[in-house]
């Protein structure tokens, strides 16, 4: 009957209008995640970015680090060798004012005979010692040096250790942030299922709306 066709038609239409509306709050669903999605790809690409940075920091710290360890060894030497020189110096001094001493004031007269002068001899006492101070002087000084060195090398340690730290944190966060774009993407593909699935249902009654409006 007509009446029986048309109430047919009006249920079809219901449930076209009806799925119309779930479809649109799919698609609304649809629309944010992919904003998140695209929002989290963007961070993901400025982590990795940042990661390739840090990698770099690391390469450089670790050249720097060696370098600063190469310097330090040669700072050990230099000061071995300048205790050597001054410990040398020293002992030659010793063994000089021994022998004046073992030799007594005929040694000593003898020297200043050796001597053109007495003027000459406190030149040579005056040069003596001015050895001496020379060589102490430059032993301090390399020992300061290599102090500096050895805080130098500990700092750039202690940024290496700050670096790979960070470096982690980036990591674990990349990851997470991995896993929540994977996680959008399962809800991108199951909302467009929906859609996809809702549009078939739709046709699925404007065929029938045709078929019987055709009978």
């Known amino acids: 009957s007509s009446y029986a066709t048309s109430k047919a038609i009006e249920d079809a239409k219901k ?20 904003g998140k999605k695209s929002d989290t790809a963007a961070y993901v690409k400025e982590l990795d970015r940042n990661l390739s940075a840090l990698a770099g920091e690391l390469t450089k710290l670790e050249g720097d680090i060696s370098q600063k360890e190469e ?14 020189t001054e410990n040398r ?19 000593l007269l003898e ?27 430059t032993r301090q000084e390399v020992a300061l040096k290599e102090e500096a060195l050895k805080t130098e090398h500990q700092e750039l340690l202690t940024l290496q250790d700050s670096t790979k730290a960070k470096q982690s944190s980036v990591k674990t966060l990349m990851a997470s942030k ?3 774009l994977a996680s959008y993407e399962t809800k991108i593909a199951s909302a467009q299922g929906e859609i996809d699935q809702y549009n078939a249902d739709i046709k699925a ?9 055709a009978e």
């Open 111 to 137: 020297s200043m005979m050796q001597s053109e002068s007495i003027a000459e001899l406190l030149n040579r006492a005056e040069y003596a010692s001015q050895i001496t101070s020379y060589d102490r002087k």
């Open 15 to 34: 449930k076209v209008s009806s799925m119309e509306e779930e479809k649109k709050k799919v698609e609304s669903t649809l629309k944010e995640l992919e």
């Open 71 to 84: 310097q330090i060894e040669e700072a050990k030497v230099e000061l071995e060798t300048a205790k050597i």
């Open 89 to 107: 110096q020293y002992e030659d001094m010793k063994l000089r004012i021994q022998y004046m001493y073992e030799n007594g004031q005929t040694g």
């Open 178 to 180: 991995e896993a929540e």
């Open 205 to 213: 009654q404007e065929e029938h709306m045709a078929r019987v409006e």
